[in-house]
Every structure is written in C-alpha cells, then in structure tokens.
C-alpha cells in the first residue's frame, strides 16, 4: 500500500467496487497524467456488492428476466426496459473487450458464456411467453433466441430440472444460448490494478468520514485509517462516492442540495449453494422463473450456473434478508442514522404504500432451510436438503425519491446524483447493477466533466465503437461489435 503522499489530487473515488473500478480505468485511458486516489475502508478490492458471492452473477442483458417485460392492460408486451438493459450491457461488453485488447483487463476468466433462460410452467405462463418471444423477435439483440415447449427438448437442454417433473403441467422455455456469466469481483481487482500501473494511488482500510466542499469549489475529504484511528485529509477537484450502501449517507453529509429528500431501503440477499460434481455437470444455464407477487424487480427465484475462481457451482435464489445495515460491514445505524428532516415524509410515504413489499419481505424471512429447498424443487424436483447451503449475499439499498403525491416512491433501478457544478457524483441504487457499471460511468464522464467530454469523444469511441448509437436500429454494427466482442472475450456460445 503506498502513501496519499500528496494533499491535494485531481480525482478521489470513494470506494473499490465496480463502480470506482470502471470509472477509475476510463479516467486513467483518458488522462493518464491525472492524480487519482483511490480509498477502500476494507483490506480488498470488490468485498462488497461487487464480490462474487455477494451478486449473482448475471450479466444482466434482459435475455432472460421476466421483470424486464411486463404485460400491459391490454394483454401486449412491454419491451422497453428491455431493450434499453440490453443496449447498456452492449457498451459494457465493448469496453470489455476494448480493455482485454488493451492489456487494462489481464485475464479473460471474470466472463463465462452461460445460457440465459426464462422458464414457466401452466398454460396462461407459457402463451405470456410465446408472446414475450414473439414480441422480442424483430430486435437484433434478441433475434438469436429458442423458444422450446417439448418436455423431451427441456429434458435434453436442462436435465437436473427434468429429473424427477411431472410434465402433465405445460412448461415453456427461451433459452438464448449468449448469456454470460461474471465474477464481478475479480473484473474489479483487474480494472483497479490497471488503476495503479498507471500510477494511481490505492489506499485500503481507509474510511471516508466526510466531503466539505471549499469556497474555491474543491472538495476535502475527512479520512481515518481503521488500524491506527490516525486522521487525514485530501483535497480534490472531483470526488467520486461509490461507496455502494454508504454513498447515501456521504451524499447527505457533503451537504450538496441535489441529495435533499433521497433515502434508502436496505434489501438483503441470500442463496443457496451446491457444488457437487453430479448436480454441476446436470445444469449448464441461468434459469429465471416467474417474480413472486410483492417480490422486488430481480427478485425472481433463478437456478444459476456460476464460475468463482476456476470452479463450477449451482446457485439458487434470490431470498430476500433484511438487516438496517447499508453494507454487509456496514452498521445497524446506517437506516436510523440517515433518517433526516428533508426524507422523512419521503419514507413514510413509502412505508403507507408499500405494503405488499414489507409483507413479502416478512414471508421470506421466515423460511427455514426446509421451506427455501421446498421452493428450489420447482427448478430441481430432486434436490435433496444436504446438498445446499444457505450464504449471505450483499446488501442493496434501494432509492426512495421525493413524490409530490405520495410522500415518496421506492425505485428499483440506479440513479446518479451528483451536484450541479459536476465537481462530485454518487450512485443510488442497486439494479439492474454492475452489469451496466460502463453506460452508467460513461454518464457521470458526460455529466461531470463536460468541458472535456467533447475532447474524450474520439478515444471513447475507441473504447465503445456504438457509443451514441442504439444497435437495436442499427443491425450491421451490431453484427460487427458482438462478433469483435465474442471473439475478444472468448465467448463463443457454450
Ligand atoms: C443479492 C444481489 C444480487 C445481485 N446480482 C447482480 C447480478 O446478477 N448482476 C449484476 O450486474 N448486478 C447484481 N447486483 C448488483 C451489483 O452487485 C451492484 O450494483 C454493484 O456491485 C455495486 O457496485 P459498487 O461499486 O457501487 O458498490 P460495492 O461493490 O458495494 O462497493 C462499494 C465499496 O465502497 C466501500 N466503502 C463504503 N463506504 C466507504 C467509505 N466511507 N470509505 C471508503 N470506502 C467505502 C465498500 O467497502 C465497498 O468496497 C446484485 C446485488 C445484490 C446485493
């Protein structure tokens, strides 16, 4: 770990996660003479939201997340959320790509091809999702998809989930073969070590207490070493809060007015696990059902193959857990702590209106380990107790925004929120996650640093070749930006 070394910077990133990672890299491509610092209160890179056992993994592309399309009124099917998550995790595979020909990324192991699939059972289920198919079809991002309703196909493609099921039920699947898995984690400690090969300066077990903004516009940072309790500051122009949970309560204490009337609702996830060689090698896909009513976007129950460390895994859930904490080290304070005069009404709009998400979360926090295998043998009729245990995944803190009707409303998506002058941004919210962390860095770029973004446009383009494009209207660089980026990333379909 080397020292700050210096009292004043040019950028600080509060935080090593996914989010401080890809911003940090895009920063040193574009001005590699800047001083970036870069400060985590852990003693690793990617420990919380970002590690691998504290996400699922999904590179969430809408390929296969029933939440992403909704069925209107009139019985037709919304794809617009849809479309939009898979053009985002588009420019995120391009910067992939981009930074494993460049040498940023050493070690094409964080992304594995793992099939996305939607599976329902019953009748009404399945015609949702032939028309969800049918609907989805004309767009070039997700032309490539199978619809399979043949019990001896499924059986065929999904075997731990056709042993044992009774196939008089009609079941559907679409399964598209592109889907991929990501150890988020890992992606964080290669984009954070090319950070440092370029000179930045990390700086572990280090808290953020504070953000005071200087009458010549700059930040200082209050700073405290965990292990010696020694205090420091560090100014800088821009300050970057992806702190995940605790960006919250930075934004609030940095006194910026944009962070006024926001608040936040810890949301806890917890999993299932197995790796036993025979249930491993009988599922080889994400397999997304049917979100539970009251349950939040991507709390759809999905029995996942994972890849961590070289080594395969099967991965039920989401469960929901709930705790006050904003981080899973964070602190049973963080919910009252960030209770303030200008969110209060915010809350408690939420809390009259969001009955069926607190009933919910009470219903999943009751389980036992027997209730939560109960659920699994919707996926897997054979899957026995022993063979699963029950882990801890990351928090989520999901925005509750200021609602003039309703007090405030409960958001499920990312917002950034940042202070008019561009000087400092933090990102609120949880999904649909890292898988987007490239569009959404790409904005705070655009955002903070608009004097200069004209000026980066020429080696952004280098980096996301459909940068201001929409690929669902443009077919041909499509067709040449995947195939570039499957070749680059090894993803050939598996
Ligand atoms: C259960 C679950 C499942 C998910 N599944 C998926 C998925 O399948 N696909 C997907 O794309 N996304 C998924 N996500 C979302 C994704 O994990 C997050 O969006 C992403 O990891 C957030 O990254 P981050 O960098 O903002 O935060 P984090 O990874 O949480 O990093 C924040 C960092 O800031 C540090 N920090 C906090 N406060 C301070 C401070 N004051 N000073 C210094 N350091 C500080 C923390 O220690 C931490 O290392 C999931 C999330 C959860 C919880």
């Known amino acids: 770990m080397s020292d700050v070394g210096t009292a004043r ?20 491509l574009l001005e590699p003479d800047w001083s970036i610092t870069i400060i985590e209160r852990l003693d690793a890179v990617g420990a919380e939201s970002s590690g691998p ?9 809408a390929l296969c997340e029933l939440n992403y399309t909704p069925q209107r009124a009139d019985g037709s099917i919304d794809i617009t959320k849809a479309v939009t998550i898979n053009e985002q995790f588009q420019v ?10 460049r040498g940023v990324l050493t070690d094409r192991g964080f992304v594995n091809p793992v099939p996305h699939v939607s599976f329902v059972q019953g009748a009404r289920r399945v015609d949702y999702l032939r ?20 019990p001896d196909e499924f059986a065929r493609r999904l075997p731990l989930m056709a042993a044992g099921r009774d196939f008089s039920e009609p079941i559907a699947l679409n399964w598209a073969a592109d889907g991929t898995d990501v150890d988020f984690g890992s992606l964080s400690k290669q984009l954070v070590d090319f950070c440092v090969r370029t000179g930045a300066t990390m700086l572990f077990g280090h808290d953020v207490r504070n953000a005071t903004r200087q009458s010549d516009g700059s930040w200082t940072l209050a700073i405290r070493d965990r292990r010696t309790g020694e205090k420091r ?21 940095s006194g910026i007015k944009e962070a006024k009337g926001f608040a936040g609702f810890p949301i806890g996830g917890r999993f299932l696990r197995a790796d036993a060689p025979a249930l491993t090698a009988a599922h080889r896909a994400k397999v997304y059902g049917v979100p539970a009513p ?33 981080l899973k080290h964070g602190r049973v ?15 408690l709009g939420v809390g009259l209106t969001e009955l069926t998400l607190v009933n919910y979360l009470i219903g999943q926090l009751r389980l036992t380990h027997a209730d939560r295998v109960r659920a699994l043998r919707e996926f897997a009729p054979g899957a026995v107790d022993s063979d699963w245990q029950l882990t801890t995944a990351g928090q989520r803190v999901q925005v509750i925004r200021r609602d003039r009707r309703r007090g405030g409303v409960l958001e499920f998506g990312t917002t950034v929120v940042g202070s008019a002058d561009g000087s400092t941004a933090g990102m609120l919210g949880g999904s649909p996650g890292a898988s987007t962390a490239v569009p959404i860095m790409l904005d705070v ?9 004209q000026s980066w446009l020429p080696m952004l383009k280098e980096m996301v070749p459909s940068l201001g494009a929409k690929l669902s209207d443009e077919p041909a660089l499509f067709d040449e930006v995947w195939s570039w980026g499957s070749k680059m990333l090894k993803l050939g379909v598996s």
């Open 9 to 28: 910077v040019d950028v600080v990133l509060v935080g090593a996660g996914i989010m401080s990672a890809t911003l940090g890299a895009l920063l040193c």
């Open 53 to 61: 056992w504290n996400n699922a993994g999904t590179g969430h592309s």
């Open 92 to 101: 995120t595979r391009q910067f992939w790509a981009y930074a494993l020909a």
């Open 131 to 150: 028309r969800r198919r049918a609907a989805l079809a004309g767009n070039p991002l997700f032309e490539r998809t199978e619809f399979i309703d043949d």
């Open 233 to 253: 500051s560090l100014n800088t122009k821009f300050v970057f809060l992806g702190a995940g949970g605790d960006t919250l309560p930075l934004l609030q204490r």
């Open 294 to 326: 009251g349950a939040p976007p991507l709390g759809a129950l999905h029995l996942d193959l994972r890849f961590v460390d070289g080594k395969s895994w099967l991965v039920f859930g989401p469960y929901a857990g709930w705790s006050p904490k904003f």
């Open 333 to 347: 304070s963080d919910l009252p702590r960030s209770i303030r005069g200008d969110n209060v009404l915010s809350m």
């Open 445 to 453: 770029l655009q955002r903070c640093f608009s004097n200069r973004y």
